[in-house]
T-cell receptor, first 116, second 112 residues
Framework: KAGVTQTPRYLIKTRGQQVTLSCSPISGHRSVSWYQQTPGQGLQFLFEYFSETQRNKGNFPGRFSGRQFSNSRSEMNVSTLELGDSALYLC???????????????FGEGSRLTVL | GENVEQHPSTLSVQEGDSAVIKCTYSDSASNYFPWYKQELGKGPQLIIDIRSNVGEKKDQRIAVTLNKTAKHFSLHITETQPEDSAVYFCAASMGGADGLTFGKGTHLIIQP
């Protein structure tokens, strides 16, 4: 069974640009979450999508957005990049449902973004 | 919102000894507490989790304990091996659609 796939794995952008990251969840998983990982702040929750709807959002500015497609694949976008956006962006999928039980998160290997 | 504190940030133990990592959480409504292991260049992987209706859970050399009254939970690794070297994260969630709140991580080093 294929794991969570994130693309691209590495990318370099300059301040003011925008970036789109992609995540393909494990087959059958309908929930996709995004996390930002930095040495100083650790793992921070960005947002979660389930059946194309954003169910929850972390404490990040509106420059961070996402969406989910009907095949459960997800993308996140960061506009007007700042130096502080340099981080590893992790996507995780799970079998969580509207019933509300927290299930195991399966993480991808991440997309490492460097903003110059 | 929820706040999770994790200690220590770095832990070095001799191979074969035990390792203990501790976390505290702030929101008494949290009811799900997973532990994740992250190896270099990889995403975190769930190693064990516990729900608020259970006080202890074991899986071979790994155990987690939960004290709801004190709002803290701990990871215990016995008979440590070189492959246990990694960064370990605790997390808490109120379940449902809420995202996990992670601790800052513990870098576990197993000395040969």
């Amino acid at each position: 069974k294929a794991g969570v796939t994130q693309t691209p794995r590495y990318l370099i952008k300059t301040r003011g640009q925008q970036v789109t990251l992609s995540c393909s969840p494990i087959s059958g998983h309908r929930s996709v979450s995004w996390y930002q990982q930095t040495p100083g702040q650790g793992l921070q929750f960005l947002f979660e999508y389930f059946s194309e709807t954003q169910r929850n959002k972390g404490n990040f500015p509106g420059r961070f957005s996402g969406r989910q497609f009907s095949n459960s694949r997800s993308e996140m976008n960061v506009s007007t990049l700042e130096l502080g956006d340099s981080a590893l962006y992790l996507c995780a999928s799970s079998l969580r449902s509207l019933a509300g039980n927290t299930g195991e998160l399966f993480f991808g290997e991440g997309s490492r973004l460097t903003v110059l | 919102g929820e706040n999770v504190e994790q200690h220590p940030s770095t832990l070095s133990v001799q191979e074969g000894d035990s390792a203990v990592i501790k976390c505290t959480y702030s929101d008494s409504a949290s009811n799900y507490f997973p532990w994740y292991k992250q190896e270099l260049g990889k995403g975190p992987q769930l190693i064990i989790d516990i729900r608020s209706n259970v006080g202890e859970k074991k899986d071979q050399r790994i155990a987690v304990t939960l004290n709801k009254t004190a709002k803290h939970f701990s990871l215990h690794i016995t008979e440590t091996q070189p492959e246990d070297s990694a960064v370990y994260f605790c997390a808490a969630s109120m379940g449902g659609a809420d995202g996990l709140t992670f601790g800052k991580g513990t870098h576990l080093i197993i000395q040969p």
